[in-house]
């Protein structure tokens, strides 16, 4: 099976985790700040907390930014369950914006129309999360205006986008948001095993985000009430965190593949382009491209002209895994999701994300993917739908 994503892993990334293992420490060590600083000084930003995923990267973001019951968070339906679940951790609520019928991203449009519907009637969101969907950068200009006029903030879900240009500039720099999270599970574009990462440029947010992480316990004196006699042993717990610390085994890999990030994001602009060239003939819709932006490409996601090809979507899909190929569909709407069923959600709740699931399939797409795969992949394609 080739498979839709897979980690491409160096002698140098075992080394750098094997010298981990010989050293002092195994967290809470020197290596974790050394790869917080590396994203941060790659991406332009001021601050960077690593975590133990990008998933509790997304719930201390929306702590820190004060999300609480009684606020409504806004997201895309177009996405990974995460980018919702974190509202919900924080007894927040969860609303979806339909999607960008070429980009598959949230869609301006819907989300000006969203906020000028509900302006009146108090449900503002407190937050919005926008998702860089498979590394293509979202309308951040025009979202940033938008929540300017109706004061939300903004967190950027940029799982799928390290390494990615918005109008020339790295993502994750903060410019038009709060916070940017990444994501380094093993099939996002670079890994640290199991990782995250949110970025800011906010000195508050940051203290905020790494008091979360660790129990909510500081041990430095100036935060401390009342402030005690400075003893050695002394901490304080002053909020309620969690332990989402990341380790230094976890950092010394994610540190390490971050000197190969641009070579891994050129590679996957590189099989992109030469999908689009061999899927060119085909009644299928390939990545749409904004000139100004530069996607990470995490994912290669196709869509079926079904009304051109004679075959349904689950036929196409059954079709490509019976021969080997690790298609998948990133993703099913959130809100389709039983456990948002159960919120009061229904099927057909976002009309453009309907019509892109019925459509959409993800292609394998990873570093290491050769010519004679993406050959293979594209042969399985054009027998699946009976060319
Ligand atoms: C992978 C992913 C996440 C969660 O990342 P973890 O590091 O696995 O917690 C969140 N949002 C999106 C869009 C993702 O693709």
Same mark, same amino acid.
């Given at each position: 099976m080739i498979p839709y994503g897979r980690q491409t892993i160096s002698d140098a990334d075992i080394e750098a985790v094997v010298e981990v293992l010989r050293s002092d420490f195994l967290t809470q060590g020197p290596v974790v700040p050394a790869f917080e600083q590396a994203v941060a000084d790659y991406c332009g930003a001021q601050y960077a907390v690593a975590v133990n995923s990008a998933t509790s990267a997304l719930h201390v973001a929306c702590l820190a930014l004060g999300v609480?019951? +009684?606020?409504v968070v806004w997201t895309s339906p177009i996405?990974?369950?995460?980018?919702?679940?974190? /509202? %919900?951790?924080?007894? /927040?609520?969860?609303?979806? =914006?339909?999607?960008? *019928?070429?980009?598959?991203?949230?869609? =301006? *449009?819907? @989300? *000006?129309?969203? @906020?000028?519907? =509900?302006?009146?009637?108090?449900?503002?969101?407190?937050?919005?999360? =926008?998702?860089?969907?498979? +590394?293509?950068?979202?309308?951040?200009?025009?979202?940033?205006?938008?929540?300017?006029?109706? +004061?939300?903030? !903004? !967190?950027? &879900?940029?799982?799928?986008?390290?390494g990615a240009k918005y109008r020339g500039e790295v993502i994750g720099n903060g410019r038009y948001s709060d916070i940017t999270i990444f994501s380094f599970h093993p099939v996002k574009i670079i890994t640290s095993g199991e990782g995250g990462m949110a970025l800011t440029n906010d000195a508050q947010l940051a203290k905020r985000m790494r008091l979360l992480r660790t129990h909510g316990i500081t041990s430095d004196v100036a935060d401390m009430t009342p402030r005690p006699a400075q003893e050695l042993w002394f901490y304080q717990q002053i909020t309620l965190g969690f332990n989402y610390r990341m380790t230094d085994i976890h950092a010394a890999l994610? %540190?390490?593949?971050?000197?190969?990030? &641009?070579?891994?994001?050129?590679?996957?602009?590189?099989? *992109?382009?030469?999908?689009?060239?061999? %899927?060119? &003939?085909?009644?299928?819709?390939?990545?749409?491209?904004? /000139?100004?932006?530069?996607?990470?490409?995490? @994912?290669?996601? !196709?869509?079926?002209?079904?009304d051109e090809i004679g075959q349904s979507q689950r036929h196409v899909f059954e079709a490509l895994r019976a021969d080997d190929i690790g298609v998948n569909l990133h993703y099913i709407p959130v809100y389709r999701q039983p456990y948002y069923r159960d919120l009061g959600f229904e099927p057909g709740y976002c009309p453009e994300a309907e019509r892109y699931y019925s459509q959409a399939i993800s292609l394998p797409l990873f570093p290491a993917l050769t010519l004679a795969e993406q050959n293979q992949v594209v042969t399985a394609l054009r027998r699946a739908i009976d060319l």
């Amino acid at each position: 099976m080739i498979p839709y994503g897979r980690q491409t892993i160096s002698d140098a990334d075992i080394e750098a985790v094997v010298e981990v293992l010989r050293s002092d420490f195994l967290t809470q060590g020197p290596v974790v700040p050394a790869f917080e600083q590396a994203v941060a000084d790659y991406c332009g930003a001021q601050y960077a907390v690593a975590v133990n995923s990008a998933t509790s990267a997304l719930h201390v973001a929306c702590l820190a930014l004060g999300v609480k019951a +009684g606020d409504v968070v806004w997201t895309s339906p177009i996405t990974f369950v995460a980018s919702a679940n974190c /509202a %919900l951790y924080c007894g /927040a609520r969860v609303d979806f =914006v339909d999607i960008d *019928a070429d980009t598959y991203n949230l869609s =301006v *449009a819907c @989300l *000006a129309e969203k @906020l000028a519907c =509900v302006e009146t009637s108090g449900g503002l969101p407190k937050v919005v999360i =926008v998702v860089h969907l498979a +590394g293509q950068p979202c309308e951040m200009a025009a979202i940033h205006a938008l929540s300017q006029r109706y +004061g939300f903030n !903004i !967190i950027e &879900d940029a799982s799928h986008a390290i390494g990615a240009k918005y109008r020339g500039e790295v993502i994750g720099n903060g410019r038009y948001s709060d916070i940017t999270i990444f994501s380094f599970h093993p099939v996002k574009i670079i890994t640290s095993g199991e990782g995250g990462m949110a970025l800011t440029n906010d000195a508050q947010l940051a203290k905020r985000m790494r008091l979360l992480r660790t129990h909510g316990i500081t041990s430095d004196v100036a935060d401390m009430t009342p402030r005690p006699a400075q003893e050695l042993w002394f901490y304080q717990q002053i909020t309620l965190g969690f332990n989402y610390r990341m380790t230094d085994i976890h950092a010394a890999l994610g %540190l390490s593949q971050m000197q190969r990030l &641009d070579a891994f994001v050129s590679k996957r602009q590189g099989l *992109a382009k030469q999908y689009d060239d061999l %899927l060119s &003939d085909l009644p299928i819709v390939t990545p749409w491209q904004h /000139a100004d932006n530069y996607s990470a490409f995490h @994912l290669y996601i !196709i869509r079926l002209k079904l009304d051109e090809i004679g075959q349904s979507q689950r036929h196409v899909f059954e079709a490509l895994r019976a021969d080997d190929i690790g298609v998948n569909l990133h993703y099913i709407p959130v809100y389709r999701q039983p456990y948002y069923r159960d919120l009061g959600f229904e099927p057909g709740y976002c009309p453009e994300a309907e019509r892109y699931y019925s459509q959409a399939i993800s292609l394998p797409l990873f570093p290491a993917l050769t010519l004679a795969e993406q050959n293979q992949v594209v042969t399985a394609l054009r027998r699946a739908i009976d060319l």
